[in-house]
């Protein structure tokens, strides 16, 4: 039973820059959810992803944005890259049956210089 | 205020030593709540759910107050292997769909 896969582990860029990360989420589940956890800080709530639309959104700017396809796999894309971008990005599904519990990758590690 | 918050930690304790994580959430809407830990440089796992008639699971007890809107947990006889960030986590849901908003973790070292 495959979990939740990201990729790439991890990734440097600079400021200005834009940048695309992906998630494979857990099999049987269609529903991705983006989060990004600054050091020291809990995760934050991005955006969710279900039947590839957006269904929710966190308090993030446009510059955050998303896309689910039609396998579930989803992905996260941040334009125009500010130094206060670095940060784990991760990315959890659910499923039906279980609505509530949300599983996560092991997380992408952005850095922007 | 912050919708989730709890203790800031750290706590170290030695081996065999009960430690109690509290956590208090604002949004009285929340419908589901968890802890997950995490390691560090890793993703977080879910611990365990809470439920308002209180659960254990082994060594691990949790509590949750819908009143006072406060969530505990209780870990026994603490391990080395317990060393890890402690996050307390609210659901809110908005039609079929949910997710979830994290504390800032308290971070818990077991020492020999």
């Known amino acids: 039973d495959a979990g939740v896969t990201q990729s790439p582990t991890h990734l440097i860029k600079t400021r200005g820059q834009q940048v695309t990360l992906r998630c494979s989420p857990k099999?049987?589940?269609?529903?991705v959810s983006w989060y990004q956890q600054a050091l020291g800080q809990g995760p934050q709530f991005i955006f969710q992803?279900?039947?590839?639309?957006?269904?929710q959104r966190g308090n993030f700017p446009d510059r955050f944005s998303g896309h689910q396809f039609p396998n579930y796999s989803s992905e996260l894309n941040v334009n125009a890259l500010l130094l206060g971008d670095s940060a784990l990005y991760l990315c959890?599904?659910?499923?039906?049956?279980?609505?509530?519990?949300?599983?996560f990758g092991p997380g992408t590690r952005l850095l922007v210089l | 205020r912050k919708e989730v918050e709890q203790d800031p930690g750290p706590f170290n304790v030695p081996e065999g030593a009960t430690v109690a994580f509290n956590c208090t959430y604002s949004n009285s809407a929340s419908q589901s709540f968890f802890w997950y830990r995490q390691d560090c440089r890793k993703e977080p796992k879910l611990l365990m759910s809470?439920?308002?008639s209180g659960n254990e699971d082994g060594r691990f007890t949790a509590q949750l107050n819908r009143a006072s809107q406060y969530i505990s947990l209780l870990i026994r006889d603490s391990k080395l292997s317990d060393s890890a960030t402690y996050l307390c986590?609210?659901?809110?849901?908005?039609?079929?769909?949910?997710?979830?908003?994290f504390g800032k973790g308290t971070k818990l070292s077991v020492k020999p």
């Open positions: 099999s049987g589940h269609d529903t």
């Open positions: 809470v439920y308002s």
């Open positions: 959890a599904s659910t499923g039906t049956g279980d609505r509530e519990t949300q599983y």
């Open positions: 986590v609210v659901g809110v849901y908005g039609g079929s769909q949910g997710n979830l908003i």
């Open positions: 992803y279900y039947e590839e639309e957006e269904r």
